[in-house]
């Protein structure tokens, strides 16, 4: 299988402590990502190269492109890739907010190891099924 054809996450996360566990369970997991610390620099590399990935992790409540803004302008640029979000905040109004504008997963912190990368490979199942 080439890189191209391998699934691969895209992580957005801003507190270095869970982007380093982030990084650390998919690593165990086998799974190829590359990670950001900021909205903004992660929704440069998904406009310029969404071909490389097949589902995408992020954190809500960041200072530069929040969550919603990544979502918001992945949307408006027509790609499907799914979406997990990854957050502390447990707000129904924020997650109620998330499902409507079509999060594909909703995990809040501290989520367990297994419910991430069973979420993920759903991820990567209904990316595979839109081509």
Not at 52 to 72: R, T
Not at 76 to 101: G, H, L, N, Q, R
């Amino acid at each position: 299988m080439s890189e191209t054809d391998k699934d691969r996450v895209l992580v957005i996360e801003d507190d270095s402590f869970h982007l380093k566990r982030l990084e650390n369970i998919l690593a165990e997991a086998h799974i190829s990502f590359t990670s950001f610390n900021n909205g903004k620099e992660a929704i440069t590399e998904i406009l310029n190269n969404s071909e490389k990935y097949s589902c995408i992790l992020s954190d809500i409540h960041m200072d530069v492109f929040n969550g919603f803004d990544v979502i918001n302008l992945i949307k408006k640029s027509k790609k499907k890739i799914p979406i997990i979000f990854i957050t502390a905040d447990d707000k129904i109004e924020t997650k109620a907010k998330a499902e409507v504008i079509g999060i594909f997963e909703y995990l809040v912190k501290p989520y367990s190891k297994d419910v991430l990368i069973h979420a993920i490979n759903k991820a990567f199942q209904k990316f595979k099924s839109q081509k």
